[in-house]
């Protein structure tokens, strides 16, 4: 037992001895809340409990509202082939590519979002979450964090831009700072559809262990950082887990409702916006010089092309050319704009990209790849989300900073065991 | 009331080994069983509850707490399926409701006299 949980049963031992001595001990009644919590509370199933309510949470999040997202994309997709019969070209690509396959790209996000929000109001107002919290803060404490770091960590695998959000819930200023800042790296779904092309490509017998890999490595590091931020940059301890137990309450379906759309409303007002000026910015970035790009067509004559040779020197130290340059340039925007760069890129489409890629990527050099999406800059909407809640840029400018620096670090280091190992 | 604890242990057990298995292997090991390896560790997870349950002073906490968790993962199951069917409409895909069916939704009726013996107590006890 260390020092504070002796001090803690000390402390108990001696409030036990006064209340003793000048309280009258009536028997209380059992109450609902008692039932719930001998089990949700529980040292052995408490924690299994937590954990699969939480993937509750993310099938709830991400396949029950899979088919809203689907309608959105059907419907700006359709939108879209409307204004590319628009006889101006230029009008016509700017409304089809950019202004309708900007909002449809953005407001895709929307369902998810507000699912989740959905399924942690309703934790919330059944009083589950101030238990969650109580049950994980041993182990988050060891890494620097408290028990309410967790929810907005596990979100993270989800979307970064709800999981930071959801550190509101958190009062202590450092703690939901370190929470915020390592958010990042817990390896958003937009990451997924990177992980599954080039492991299914070039790991193919144990695709499933690298894309988990990629996941343990986002885990690993986050416990890392926030242990460094910690130790070096805030100093302290996390502060100490202390709240009420509400009682169990029925949420209200209106209730629910309402709470979840106040915070999706903040998603639309901010991420969005940002989001939609990047899905224009990459337009605009593939596209241009209209004349050279012969109206988009020739990509590699665009500025994004000469984005992707300036970052080619940086990335060619991990076997990686200018593609996956103007893909990572893209990335920055939005994770999932990845794959699709790379289809338009080699003119092949998002679906035939699996076909091509093994003639620009060697196994070693995926695997650099992956760590590199995994790890560097978040999303521009999360640079948003980032810096509404640090409340700085500053702040806002280190967490970019040390996860470019991390991103490079690692990916030289898996790319140089690969290597090492005859991987590639 | 222990031997419904027992009885839903041993089935849920059973349908989480089969799912976690079907998971690792990679393909579905039985029809209804999912090759699910999260899916197979909440049945788990749910099979411990109520084995916590069988050795527990209070046992009735857990087999109701148990059921309104199997509940829940039914009904969200289902949830999965329509949103699944609904998603097959929009882009134009093929959907069999055949395929989409787990063990968790045929098990839904085990859950409901824990689940419902939870909600009596709702509302006799004080909150």
């Known amino acids: 037992m260390d020092f504070v949980s002796e001090l803690a049963v000390a402390r108990y031992e001696k409030i036990g001895e006064i209340v003793g001595k000048c309280v009258e001990r009536v028997e209380k009644p059992k109450t609902f809340s008692d039932i719930i919590d001998t089990v949700v509370t529980d040292k052995y199933v408490g924690i299994p409990i937590f954990l699969a309510l939480m993937w509750a949470v993310f099938q709830f999040a991400y396949s029950v509202s899979a088919p809203f997202s689907d309608a959105i994309d059907v419907f700006f997709s359709w939108c879209g082939d409307i204004a590319s019969g628009i006889e101006n070209s230029y009008v016509a690509s700017f409304l089809s590519d950019g202004f309708f396959g900007g909002w449809g790209f953005v407001l895709v996000f929307l369902p998810p979002i507000a699912f989740v929000f959905i399924a942690l109001t309703i934790l919330e107002q059944t009083g589950y979450l101030p238990r969650a919290a109580f049950v994980v803060d041993r182990a988050m404490t060891k890494v620097g964090l408290q028990g309410k770091s967790f929810i907005p960590m596990l979100l993270g695998f989800g979307c970064n831009i709800p999981a930071i959000m959801a550190t509101r819930t958190m009062e202590d200023d450092v703690d939901r700072k370190i929470t915020i800042m390592v958010n990042p790296l817990m390896s958003c779904s937009a990451r997924l559809p990177v992980y599954v092309l080039f492991a299914g490509v070039f790991f193919k017998e144990v695709a499933g262990a690298v894309v988990t890999s990629m996941y343990l490595l986002g885990i690993l590091l986050a416990a890392i950082m926030a242990t460094l931020f910690r130790k070096f940059i805030f100093g302290g301890k996390p502060s100490p887990l202390l709240m009420e137990l509400p009682p169990y309450e029925t949420p209200t379906l209106r209730s629910v409702l309402m709470n979840a759309w106040g915070k999706t409303l903040i998603f639309l007002k901010k991420a969005a916006t940002i989001l939609f000026i990047g899905a224009i910015i990459m337009w605009f970035l593939t596209t241009h010089p209209w004349d050279a790009t012969n109206g988009g067509e020739l990509i590699e004559n665009s500025y994004a092309s000469m984005i992707g040779h300036a970052v080619e020197p940086i990335v060619k130290p991990f076997g990686l050319d200018w593609t996956a340059g103007v893909a990572l340039v893209g990335g920055f925007m939005a994770k999932e704009i990845v794959v699709g760069t790379l289809g338009m890129i080699y003119g092949v489409g998002e679906e035939g990209v699996a076909d091509v890629i093994p003639q620009h990527f060697t196994p070693a050099s995926a695997l650099a790849l992956m760590a590199i999406t995994l790890i560097y800059v978040p999303c521009l909407a999360t640079i948003g989300i980032l810096r509404q809640e640090l409340g700085s840029w500053k702040w806002t400018a280190f967490v970019v900073a040390y996860e470019l620096v991390l991103a490079y670090v690692v990916a030289g280091i898996i790319y140089g065991i690969a290597v090492g190992l005859g991987v590639a | ?127």
């Open chain 2, 1 to 127: 009331m222990r031997w419904n604890s027992a009885i839903l242990f041993i089935v849920t057990l059973a349908a989480g080994l089969i799912e976690l298995a079907g998971g690792l292997k990679g393909e579905a090991v039985f029809q209804l069983f999912p090759s699910d390896v999260f899916g197979g560790l909440v049945m788990l997870t749910i099979s411990a509850v109520f084995l916590r349950g069988l050795t527990h002073r209070e046992h009735y906490a857990f087999y109701e707490f148990g059921s309104l968790i199997l509940l829940t993962f039914s009904i969200l199951y289902i949830l999965v399926m329509l949103a699944n069917g609904l998603d097959a409409v929009i882009v134009g895909e093929e959907w069999s409701i055949v395929d989409d069916l787990r063990i968790e939704m045929i098990l839904l009726p085990l859950a409901i006299p824990g689940t419902s013996r939870l909600i009596k107590e709702r509302r006799e006890l004080p909150p």
